[in-house]
């Protein structure tokens, strides 16, 4: 089978057999840099000597899925496990494979605003059957918190953390004070430390510009304790207790490892591939592969 | 006297005569517009009339002072008032008249970050021989919540609210959602109110996304829904009680009214033209008209 997690701005195939991920590919192709007539001429190009390996079936997750994607699959109803998930594929045209798109999943947080996720539900999905009462924390643009009870998602909480990095960064006069660098570990954790104190965040925004002014914070470390004040307000609203999974890209999970640390809960890593891992256990549920 | 309220986006100047506002002159040859030469032709164009009718005294406050101004004027610490600020006027070369900077002013906050203010110390200035207790808020792109105590000054804290709105209203997937248009005053409420719930700012953002895609925010009220939410967020986590000033624009003056009524606390709104006065409250101190 060949496993495809097609986000936003990036797209990922998995050539998979027997649970094992034999081969991979990435490109940019994220959805926003492919035209609505370019769909299957861009999973061609990809994955194309797989299908002429042999391969014939190909499970899709993500963006992929919208209404920007390649064809919109309705969200599925809060809670659902792998199998609501795997009992509602939804097919796609395309000459020579069988496709099919997992669906994404809708929720309302605690007071009734809209929740919703496409492809995260996938990069659970193969950390479901193991788990009871857990949390889960998906890092990134736009981070998802993830409750699961009885092996299937409850709830879901996301936060525009990394969008608002990038917009802060980029867009505001906190851009005047930071030279483009390495992440700055240290200068993360003295951000998560002050998203503790008190003022909120838009006040400690403006103490960036200020310590930057002082001499306080050098402009090689200020974006990272930019990300660090980000990171600790998403951690310290979402006031986690306990075990938190974390799926993500290793330099990311490490850094909201930390912030999750400081805040006294426990992060566990996931395994990586979990979109592939996840698309797997969604097509054995299917009885597809 | 000629009064000069020089900030880094507009340029103010009041022809005062006992107390009075004669005339004023508003042009938007703010610091960032004006290169680093160009500053006394400027006054002199804008003023020049007054001059010649004349007036022989030009008192200037705002970003004027600055690095990037005219001429830099070192902050003075907090607590400061009126005679302070009378006792540290610092004089610029100016051909046909005497002109004076007002400083501005520096604190830490609670945890020991530097804050500063440039201007609005100037803008307070005629409220403060009023004051004994008392909380003032000027809203604008760095809110400035000020702590007052016998007439003078003690300390203030900085929410970067109106930079944050403008970058996540243009430079975030927000943008999509939202139409040009008017402040929609119910929709602002909506989105104080929303900043009450648990979740966290970050969280609060991403529901501003949902509700447009779910059909329950419309893209004429989201810019203000967001508005709305930002405010709501810096007045929260000022947590004031009894009154607070309110020194700025009508428009601004009024949403934040809002907002501070929802939490709680009493918004008094100053006069106008709080520059001009502040200026001829801390001239009279000085003795220079």
Known sequence: MIAVDWGTSSFRAFRVRDGQVLARRETPHGILHVGSD???PTLRRVVGPWLEAGETQILMAGMVGSRQGWLEVPYLPCPAGVGELAAALTAVPFEGAAVRIVPGLRSVDANGVPEVMRGEETQIAALLPTLDLAIACLPGSHSKWVEIAEERITGLTTHMTGEAFA???QHTILARTMAEGETHTDAFRRGVVRSAEQGGLLHHLFGVRT???FGELPETEAASYLSGLLVGHEV???APVGKVH???TPALCSLYALAISYYGAEPVV???D???LGLIEIAE???WT
Do not use: W
């Open 270 to 272: 996931a395994p990586a």
């Open 236 to 238: 310290v609203a979402m």
């Open 167 to 169: 917009a802060l960064r």
């Open 285 to 287: 549920r299917a009885k």
């Open 246 to 248: 974390l799926i993500g």
């Open 38 to 40: 370019e769909f299957a």
């Open 274 to 276: 979990a979109a592939a």
């Open 211 to 213: 310590q930057a002014l």
